[in-house]
């Protein structure tokens, strides 16, 4: 078994010891590091679910305009689903992936039609929104609703993967499944929100897919990857 797990009744699981040292360091490096953004610690679930549909294989300093411009068009899911696809694809078009006007207006449609202009803070009926999966789902729940719930996208996968010792890129469901169980057992009850957006960072700056800079890493002390 890799350093950081441990086997138990209910299978894999992490010592508390490991726990406590990936958390309380990941913060730490937050509170250095955090990046500032628009959408960051907005409560309105509009601006977050905006921010995250624009967020999907995009630069985050790409998206900042055009999060602003979006906004400042159309401020809540009422006006966003009377909006044009074309005219959204305009505002979106430095971006790329233009898909995305037509679900921001669909999105927008279907919660005033479903839930009278409001997203729901339960993940099951936030799923039932056609373009609404399962990140994003819980990037509204924990960044506009503050649930304790793990933010888990590539770069996630890619720092708790190396961290502790698991195989990785991930392929199947399994590993998958694996990643998913460890994310949800490290989320600090009391400081998701933050510990998220630390996260995040830390795989996008620091762990990052190639060239990652281990030489600067606050938790290469116990990693698996860097101590290879």
């Not at 490096?29 to 601006?47: A, H, T, V």
């Not at 005219?87 to 207006?105: F, M, Q």
């Not at 449609?109 to 056609?130: A, C, D, M, T, W």
Request: proline share 5%; hydrophobic share 45%.
């Amino acid at each position: 078994m890799k350093m950081g797990l441990s086997t138990g009744t209910n299978g894999l699981s992490l010592t508390a010891g490991n726990k406590l040292y990936f958390c309380n360091n990941i913060i730490a490096w937050g509170k250095q590091n955090l990046r500032e953004f628009p959408w960051r610690w907005e409560q309105d679930s509009y601006k977050v679910l905006v921010s995250e549909i624009l967020l999907v294989q995009t630069f985050a300093r790409k998206v900042v305009p055009v999060y602003e411009k979006i906004i400042s068009t159309y401020p809540g899911f009422s006006s966003l689903a009377l909006a044009k696809p074309d005219d959204i694809k305009e505002i979106i078009l430095p971006l790329g992936l233009l898909y995305r006007a037509n679900l921001l207006v669909e999105i927008a449609s279907s919660v005033v039609e479903k839930f009278n202009g409001r997203l729901p803070n339960n993940k099951k009926k936030l799923q039932e929104i056609r373009g609404i999966g399962d990140y994003i789902s819980s990037a509204v729940q924990c960044f506009a609703f503050n649930e304790p719930v793990p933010i888990v996208d590539a770069n996630v996968i890619r720092v708790l993967s190396r961290f502790f010792g698991l195989e990785w890129p991930v392929k199947t469901a399994m590993q998958k499944s694996t990643v998913y169980s460890i994310a949800r057992d490290l989320i600090p009850i009391d400081n998701a929100q933050f510990y998220n957006y630390a996260l995040l960072d830390f795989g996008a700056l620091v762990c990052k897919h190639y060239n990652p800079l281990c030489n600067e890493c606050i938790i290469v002390g116990l990693c698996c990857f860097g101590n290879n």
